[in-house]
């Protein structure tokens, strides 16, 4: 697991972003520099003063763009450079509560958009940004706000937002339609093809109702909508019948995530409850991906390690995981198909996942 | 409660009467008590439920059912993009004489039917202002390979662009050297005829049978030199003499191809006179076809570790299901003209199809829209364009089948010099109405054999419970 948040020390008095960098060639004025490294910690000065981060070795932190929080005496490495999957946290407050949430909501709202936009301006070239909450379109303008400056500033930036879809409205779609938005898609989540079954799973009475205008509107807008199913043992059975409608409504999607259950958050306490082991009976989920592909939409299986698969809808099971939260289980060292596979969430039980591999 | 518009098509049996298709190509297959509930307007709470999941029904406040309506007649509808796609003659000449060619071919060594230095030249500045980050380039002929000279300086200026592809479409019957370093590039593959078993392509092609062995160990050794990517043939059918079909599959397994372009002769060029009964394609033709296309089903269930398929069948079921997925220039709706692919003549001349070239050739009607060195545009151009659809033609409108199908002008100008006469009377019509039955008949059959093929050839990684949905 490679660490987002390090503890640190600071000169400034409120928060800041900067880039670190271990060498002056081709710094800008809002980089911070590498005066003094060692393997337990490193210290880099700036505009804003000294930072001093522990327990990272700095050629790592090289290039990283960080929230500098000297009150909270930490640094938040907002983008790494090497990464693509870096994601941008821009609220904690949620209007659904999922069964599975990996990140329960918290009812109180920091806002960080103005450093969170700094960070963006100072991303490497071409960065795919991700967005998550929490639910960011509860602070929808302050969201459309940071996405539309960022992309003026850096067209060559592309973001992908997670969002429950609760709060476009009509009025919205003009907007989102602009040409910016083309390297905006946005990631939503959709359970069931019923409504009472959707509604159950993320807590929220009217949710699917309110879903399916979300929907409409983005897709009047052109905008990129990537959908996400959480494999559940409530949903597992609908599958075949959510294929069918995501195939007649919702065919202008770009990609139809199926995404098996991560070990965290509230799932860690409801696993017996909530998981579905697609290995016991891989059925509905093939015959999910079999109706949708047949209508031409571009089907995935997200974390959902390739050799658990039947080998014909291996293709299909690609790397999902994020680098700084993946695993492979001892046996997978010997794996050919490990480059391609999306491993486990660290978080994920050792036992389970040594159970779960066939080296392939 | 608004209704999306139904289209209807006869092609099941009693209980099973009719394809209901609407504008966005969503379909199900109606018994004839569900036509009576329609016809009587007493549809129960049960239609209702499925008309409505299927986008059949889209009723008031459903804004994603109409969404979802709009973007899928959006999706039927082609865009032409930027320019990415030229067909290019650098040469009329031909080492062969074969008895249906389309293009009206020189001898080999007449001059004055190859590119000039200007035609070149226009042409490397025409690739030079594409705006397309992609391109595909073929060399059509006469025998291309008669200037590899060409073929190469186009080849090379071709280096700026992210990716371009380069096919050759060549009868391979020399391949020398300097052919078969073109040949090994890895942007270059390759197209050429095999009718069928070695009598068959002889009689149709190259007259001898040396000259049938030259082209066949010449296919052979591309074949096995590069792999089957690399090479892909095309058989061309005499309906009047039709190849036997195992013997026409073996001779492309043997090559491993696996797939086949099952092509009548084309009504143009030398065709038009030594083949005049290819104008119409009867039902000697549509039953060679559909037999076909039986016998790689029977086969493909009996050998699962290689997959035969007939390549236009295959592009009509990814139209039918996968609109957006295919972008086969013969058979679109609209089917623009001179805009994202053009052809350069020999002499410069700029055609919009490879079949107008040949049209002009054989003198029936010239439709040539402009030059390579000064552009193209103009009256012609703009004439194909106004009437490139067949969202408007009377009887396409009412056809269940018009969201899937195209449109040919040029088709309809060499078999009957017009385009105004009824839809439903030209070879066209009567060849993709069989095509798209054929497939649907496929698409609702319960056969395991059949229902594997579909699968396949639509490129999914299992069968589903079913390809298409029934109310009864």
């Known amino acids: ?360 | 409660m608004t209704f999306t518009p139904l289209r209807l098509r006869a092609i099941g049996g009693e209980s099973e009467k009719a394809l209901f298709v609407n504008d966005a190509g969503r379909f199900f297959l109606g018994s004839s008590a569900f036509l009576d509930r329609m016809d009587l307007e007493q549809l129960s709470a049960g239609d209702l439920a499925f008309l409505r999941a299927g986008g059949h029904v889209v009723e008031r406040g459903d804004a994603l059912g109409a969404a979802a309506h709009a973007r899928g007649v959006a999706d039927r509808i082609a865009r032409a993009g930027p320019l990415d796609y030229l067909i290019l003659v650098p040469t009329l000449r031909c080492n062969l004489s074969c008895s249906y060619c389309q293009v009206s071919r020189v001898n080999e060594n007449q001059g004055g039917h190859d590119w000039s230095d200007d035609t070149l030249h226009a042409v490397l500045a025409l690739l030079d202002r594409l705006d397309a980050a992609h391109v595909k380039i073929e060399f059509q002929g006469g025998e291309p390979t008669l200037r590899p000279d060409l073929i190469r300086a186009v080849i090379d200026r071709c280096g700026r662009f992210e990716r371009a592809e380069f096919v050759i479409c060549t009868n391979l019957q020399r391949v020398d050297d300097e052919i078969l370093a073109l040949f090994d590039r890895p942007d270059v593959f390759v197209s050429t005829s095999l009718d069928g078993d070695l009598s068959t392509h002889t009689r149709n092609r190259t007259g001898t049978a040396e000259a049938t062995s030259a082209f066949l160990g010449n296919l052979r050794m591309l074949a096995e030199r590069h792999g089957p990517t690399k090479v892909s043939a095309l058989p061309t059918i005499d309906p009047n003499n039709p190849p036997d079909i195992d013997a026409l599959l073996d001779a492309y397994v043997d090559l491993g191809i696996d797939s086949v372009f099952l092509r009548p002769i084309n009504y143009q060029g030398f065709a038009r006179k030594r083949h005049a009964a290819s104008r119409e394609q009867g039902d000697g033709w549509r039953g060679y076809y559909e037999s076909f296309v039986r016998r790689i089903i029977e086969r493909n269930w009996a050998d699962r570790g290689r997959v035969l398929e007939e390549t236009y069948l295959s592009i009509a079921l990814r139209r039918i299901f996968q609109p957006g997925s295919e972008r086969h220039v013969d058979l679109r709706n609209p089917n623009p003209m001179g805009i994202d692919y053009v052809v350069i003549d020999h002499d410069g001349a700029v055609y919009p199809t490879d079949e107008a070239r040949m049209l002009a050739r054989s003198g029936v009607v010239d439709l040539s829209i402009g030059n390579v060195a000064e552009g193209w545009g103009g009256p012609t151009f703009d004439l194909l364009n106004a009437n490139s659809t067949n969202q408007f033609d009377p009887d396409c409108k009412r056809c269940a089948y018009q969201p899937f199908c195209g449109r040919d002008l040029v088709d309809d100008l060499a078999r009957y010099g017009r385009i105004d006469i009824q839809r439903r009377e030209t070879a066209f019509c009567r060849r993709h109405l069989h095509l798209f039955d054929l497939a649907f008949r496929l698409v609702y059959s319960d056969d395991d054999a059949i229902r594997y093929s579909l699968a396949r050839w639509l490129r999914l990684p299992g069968e589903p419970a079913a390809f298409g949905q029934r109310l009864a």
């Open chain 1, 1 to 360: 697991m490679i660490p987002l948040m390090r503890p640190a020390l600071a000169d400034a008095e409120g928060p800041y972003v900067t880039r670190l960098r271990t060498s002056r060639i081709g710094t800008a004025s809002d980089d911070a520099i590498l005066i003094e490294g060692a393997d337990d910690g490193s210290v880099f000065s700036g505009r804003l003063g000294l930072v001093v981060i522990d327990g990272v070795r700095a050629e790592d932190l090289d290039g990283d763009i960080v929230l500098v929080d000297p009150r909270r005496g930490r640094v938040e490495r907002l983008l790494r450079v090497g990464s693509t999957t870096n994601t941008l946290l821009v609220t904690e407050r949620c209007d659904q509560l999922c069964v599975m949430c990996s990140q329960p909501p918290k009812k109180t709202h920091v806002d960080r958009f103005d450093l969170l936009e700094e960070a963006c301006r100072l991303a490497p070239d071409g960065m795919l940004i991700g967005i998550s909450g929490g639910e960011p379109t509860l602070y929808k303008e302050r969201l459309l706000t940071l996405i539309e400056r960022t992309l003026a500033a850096r067209p060559d930036l592309g973001f992908h937002v997670l969002t429950n879809a609760q709060h476009f409205e009509a009025s919205d779609v003009a907007r989102l339609g602009r040409s910016a938005y083309r390297r905006v898609s946005w990631g939503i989540p959709l359970y069931a093809s019923e409504a009472a079954l959707h509604d159950n799973i993320v807590g929220k009475e009217g949710a699917f109702a309110k879903l399916e205008e979300g929907l409409a509107h983005l897709a009047m807008a052109g905008a990129r909508v990537e959908l996400r199913t959480v494999v559940l043992s409530d949903n597992i059975d609908a599958f075949p019948a959510l294929a069918g409608y995501v195939a007649a409504r919702l065919r202008f999607v770009e990609a139809w995530s199926i995404m098996q259950l991560e070990h965290i958050g509230f799932a860690r306490n409801r696993w017996e409850q909530l998981f579905f082991d697609h290995v016991q009976r891989f059925g509905p989920i093939a015959e999910a991906l079999n109706r949708a592909l047949l209508h031409g939409v571009r089907a995935q299986l997200f974390n959902f390690p390739r050799c658990t698969v039947p080998a014909a809808y291996r293709r299909l099971a690609i790397a999902s995981i994020s680098d700084w939260k993946r695993k492979f289980a001892p046996a997978c060292l010997r794996c050919g198909e490990r480059s391609a596979c999306s491993g486990f969430f660290e978080w994920h039980p050792d036992e389970q996942a040594a159970l779960a591999v066939q080296p392939l």
